[in-house]
């Protein structure tokens, strides 16, 4: 079941991850100066709290359709098509 389950939830945080990564970049760089004059550790924890958020939200929308496709027999869902 882990080989199932392993896939689908690293897409996800692969994806949500270098999202969220990829919008804190241009923040740090134009909005985070301008407000303090200098970056900070605590600018930086400001900037990752949201992408932490945003994947822990990620991880527990997958987890209701991920519950939903187990519990399908295979030979059922074949037979479907």
Known sequence: MTRVL???????ALLV?????AAAQPASVFVVPGLTGEFSLED???????AALMLGVCLLA???PTRRALGVEP????RMD
């Open 44 to 50: 930086g924890a400001m900037l990752l709290a949201p």
């Open 75 to 78: 030979t059922v869902a074949l």
């Open 62 to 64: 997958c987890v209701v």
């Open 6 to 12: 392993a896939p689908l939830f690293v897409a996800a």
């Open 17 to 21: 991850s270098s999202g969220s990564l």
